[in-house]
């Protein structure tokens, strides 16, 4: 019975140190291709827009991610008030 108990509250300590820092690499990583997309759009060359318009593929995902986050957030802090 204790062991059960203590396997049940480790996975659920793992998860949500791991979702925790999913949340940061997404965040670190959604900075990183939107200031990359920025530099990038300075230089008036057509290679860079087109290597703008790649990045896009990998922003719109990331930021999907980054709002179902801050949506799962709110939640949870409602839900002790």
Known sequence: MISTITMTTLTM???IVMFAYLGFMTTISLILFLA???IIMTIP???A???SRVLNVG???L???FA???V???IEVLGKL
């Open 59 to 61: 922003v719109v995902p």
């Open 72 to 74: 799962m957030r709110v």
């Open 36 to 38: 990359s997309k920025e």
């Open 49 to 51: 827009v087109v290597m």
């Open 13 to 15: 300590a793992t998860n």
């Open 45 to 47: 060359k057509e290679w």
């Open 63 to 65: 930021l999907l991610v």
């Open 68 to 70: 179902f986050a801050v």
